[in-house]
C-alpha cells in the first residue's frame, strides 16, 4: 500500500531563513510522482513543485527545491529565503503511475516570524 | 478564467437534509476528484471520474453520490446529511495519463452539518 509521512506537525522560521519539511513515502511501485502543495489560511490548494520517480535531477522551482532521495524513499521541501507569505499549511503527496488519485500526507503547518 | 471553480463555497445546514456541490473544470482534463478534508486537515479521495466514467470510489457511503454530466463537470450530492459529514469538500482535476500533472483543486467547499 501506498503511503506519505510528514513527521513534523508544525515547523518556524524566521524570515529570510531557508526550512526543510520532511516528507517520506511508501511505496512498492517503481514508477511514481511526487508533489508538494501548500494551503494557506484562505484555504485554497497551490501546487509548488513535482518530481517524477525517475528524474535524475531534483526539481525546482524559485525558491521552492525538492530534495529527493530515493533510496531513502524521502522527498523533502526546501524554502530558501522564507517570507511572511509562506505561512500556511504544506502537504506531501504521491501518484503512483497510471492510478487516478493522490495520496497525501498529513501535513505540516509552517509558521514563518519576522 | 478560474480553473477549477466549485459552489458554493459555504454550506450551512441540518441533520437529515440533502444538498449538493457543483463543480466544472476548464482545463480541458478528462479526470475529475472529490477530496474531503477532515477537521485535522487530512485530505482523502472520495471518488475520481474519467470521461464521466467512475474509477475510484473509496468506500465513501453511499448517501454520497457523484455524477458527472460531461468530463467538465462532476457534482456530489449528498443525503441524509449527519453531523460527520461536516469538512471541506475539495473538487480537482488532471489529465489521465500524464503522471508528471498536477491536480488542480477548486477553492473547497466548507460543509457545516447542525
Known amino acids: 500500500a501506498q503511503k506519505i509521512t510528514q513527521t513534523q506537525p508544525g515547523m518556524f522560521v524566521q524570515e529570510k531563513e531557508a526550512v526543510t519539511l520532511d516528507c517520506t513515502y511508501d511505496?512498492?511501485?517503481?514508477?511514481?510522482?511526487l508533489f508538494w502543495y501548500k494551503q494557506p489560511s484562505s484555504g485554497e490548494m497551490i501546487f509548488l513543485i513535482y518530481?517524477?520517480?525517475?528524474?535524475?535531477q531534483n526539481a525546482t522551482e524559485g525558491r521552492y527545491s525538492l530534495n529527493f532521495q530515493k533510496a531513502r524513499k524521502s522527498a523533502n521541501l526546501v524554502i530558501s529565503a522564507s517570507q511572511l507569505g509562506d505561512s500556511a499549511m504544506y502537504f506531501c503527496?504521491?501518484?503512483?503511475?497510471?492510478?487516478?488519485?493522490?495520496?497525501f500526507g498529513t501535513g505540516t503547518r509552517l509558521q514563518v516570524f519576522p | 478564467d478560474t480553473a477549477v471553480s466549485q459552489t458554493p463555497k459555504y454550506l450551512v445546514t441540518q441533520m437529515g437534509n440533502d444538498k449538493s456541490i457543483k463543480c466544472e473544470q476548464n482545463?480541458?482534463?478528462?479526470?475529475m476528484y472529490w477530496y474531503k478534508q477532515d477537521s485535522k486537515k487530512f485530505l482523502k479521495i472520495m471518488f475520481s471520474?474519467?470521461?464521466?466514467?467512475?474509477?475510484i470510489n473509496e468506500t465513501v457511503p453511499n448517501r454520497f453520490s457523484p455524477k458527472s454530466p460531461d468530463k467538465a463537470h462532476l457534482n456530489l450530492h449528498i443525503n441524509s446529511l449527519e453531523l460527520g459529514d461536516s469538512a471541506v469538500y475539495f473538487c480537482?482535476?488532471?489529465?489521465?495519463?500524464?503522471?508528471?500533472?498536477?491536480?488542480?483543486f477548486g477553492q473547497g467547499t466548507r460543509l457545516t452539518v447542525v
Open positions: 471520474y474519467n470521461n464521466k466514467e467512475l474509477i
Open positions: 503527496a504521491m501518484r503512483v503511475w497510471n492510478t487516478d488519485k493522490l495520496i
Open positions: 511505496t512498492s511501485d517503481q514508477s511514481y510522482g
Open positions: 482545463l480541458g482534463h478528462d479526470t
Open positions: 518530481q517524477g520517480s525517475y528524474d535524475e
Open positions: 480537482a482535476s488532471s489529465q489521465r495519463g500524464r503522471d508528471n500533472t498536477e491536480a488542480f
